[in-house]
């Protein structure tokens, strides 16, 4: 049972654009939500996160975005550039359990 | 160190051998996590230590796999009789109390059975 879910493996935007990845989750008791970036042979790294008492939390180029009744967000990059382009992760737990995590997208920004 | 520490960083085994996995998490970090990453899927949640609670096991796949954790140290994780299906990234993660927070991740052992 995928209880966070990416249903884009992959997305591809032109650099100085802005990328939108997605995440749905099925399990309302998440009460805190995060974003990973990975990079090729290194671990994933901790991007932004976001309470379940807010519905915005920005950070310079990343936003991310809550809607609770929709059991979706979404990670904002504005404006993209090359070096963004990695596998991003959401994630998702309950009560400060352990972190449930998609199966990620893989954007490519180019030039 | 500053960050969590896996070791080897990768490991080729044949079928059947027994593989241990170990990793060195962040300095005062009371959790523990490990996860798989098999090839073209999500991470996979293993097992998870939390201080001087019972480990909360219910990702381990199979009786094959099991870990340990030293107080707030270090971790090992073992495959036994390991199979080709075993194949995969394994990630370590530390966090303090509050995961909320986030992780911090380990760059993985890459696991290859053959």
């Not at chain 1, 992959?10 to 939500?33: A, K, P």
């Not at chain 1, 790294?45 to 950070?59: G, V, Y």
Request: hydrophobic content about 30%.
């Amino acid at each position: 049972d995928q209880q966070v879910k990416q249903n884009s493996p992959s997305l591809s935007v032109q650099e100085g654009r802005i990328s939108i990845l997605n995440c749905d989750y099925t399990n309302s008791m998440f009460d805190y939500f995060l974003w990973y970036k990975k990079y090729p042979a290194e671990g994933p790294t901790f991007l932004i996160s976001i309470s379940s008492i807010k519905d915005k939390n920005e950070d310079g180029r990343f936003t991310v975005f809550l809607n609770k009744s929709a059991k979706h967000l979404s990670l904002h990059i504005v404006p993209s550039q090359p070096g963004d382009s990695a596998v991003y992760f959401c994630a998702a737990t309950a009560d400060t359990d352990k972190l449930i995590f998609g199966t990620g997208t893989r954007l490519q920004v180019f030039p | 160190g500053a960050g969590v520490s896996q070791s080897p960083s990768n490991k080729v085994t044949e079928k059947g051998k027994d593989v241990e996995l170990r990793c060195d998490p962040i300095s005062g970090h009371t959790a523990l996590y490990w996860y798989r990453q098999r090839l073209g899927q999500g991470l996979e949640f293993l097992i998870y230590f939390q201080g001087n609670s019972a480990p909360d096991k219910s990702g381990l796949p199979s009786d094959r796999f099991s870990a340990e954790r030293t107080g707030e140290s270090v971790s090992t994780l073992t495959i036994q009789r390991t199979q080709q299906e075993d194949s995969a990234v394994y990630l370590c993660a530390s966090s303090s109390q509050r995961v909320d927070y986030g992780y911090t991740f380990g760059s993985g052992t890459r696991l290859t059975v053959v």
